[in-house]
């Protein structure tokens, strides 16, 4: 049952423009600080976990201080001139194929293309698709999970990834601003950095937020099943 308890600081430079904020909305020129504290109770045997808030709530802050070691956004370099070539080696090349697929990155030219020229939508999927397919990783966290795609991509992602992960011993926790994916993915367990304190075991949508667009019309659950 991992907790945090830490404080996040900011020296204030006292400027013209800061000290007129300052004074026109009644703040302090003195250090910004924010603390966050709380307690994730993990079920056993959980595949998948979501980090899940309002941005500036704290989410990427929680997955640093909690699993530091496990961040997998920017952690790969891309050095050949496809990324196809930048898949791990001991990975064959049907597995490849599955999980670019699995990931909605499904366009096969850009397969050949080198990372740098991609959007960064297709950046996301294709370091989603390098994390996920790395043999060593066990746990892979994902930040801004989602947030460089349409709905409807991620809405087919989440439906891959949730089959890929019922067949992996790994473990995937999402952090993302997208509570859609509360319901595509059916985590094993959610922290909602809102509230701070909230944790369930559910794929239910907490109250007073909104999914965008409408789950039920979207097509994806035919996706190939990956093993990972």
Not at 41 to 70: C, H, M, R
Not at 160 to 182: N, T
Not at 201 to 226: C, Y
């Amino acid at each position: 049952m991992p907790s945090f308890d830490f404080m996040k600081t900011s020296e204030v430079d006292r400027t013209y423009r800061v000290m007129r904020v300052a004074s026109d909305f009644d703040l302090s020129t003195d250090k910004i600080t924010e603390h966050f504290s709380g307690t994730i109770d993990f079920p056993e045997n959980w595949k998948i976990g979501v980090i899940v808030g309002k941005s500036g709530t704290g989410k990427t802050s929680i997955a640093k201080q909690l699993f530091p070691e496990y961040i997998s956004n920017g952690k790969y370099t891309f050095t050949h001139k496809s990324v196809i070539d930048d898949m791990p080696e001991s990975v064959s090349m049907e597995d490849i194929t599955k999980m670019f697929y699995a990931v909605g990155f499904g366009s096969v030219p850009s397969w050949l293309k080198p990372y740098y020229v991609l959007s960064n939508g297709e950046k996301m999927r294709v370091e989603l698709a390098r994390a996920l397919l790395e043999p060593e990783n066990k746990i892979i966290l994902f930040d801004e999970f989602t947030s460089v795609v349409d709905r409807d991509v991620a809405y087919s992602l989440c439906v891959a990834l949730k089959k890929a992960m019922e067949h992996s011993s790994k473990q995937f926790i999402a952090v993302s601003c997208h509570y859609d994916i509360l319901e595509w993915l059916q985590p094993d367990w959610v922290f909602n950095t809102d509230g701070m304190t909230e944790n369930f075991r559910s794929a239910r949508v907490p109250q007073g937020t909104s999914t965008s667009g409408n789950a039920g019309v979207r097509n994806g659950a035919n996706l190939s099943v990956i093993t990972i």
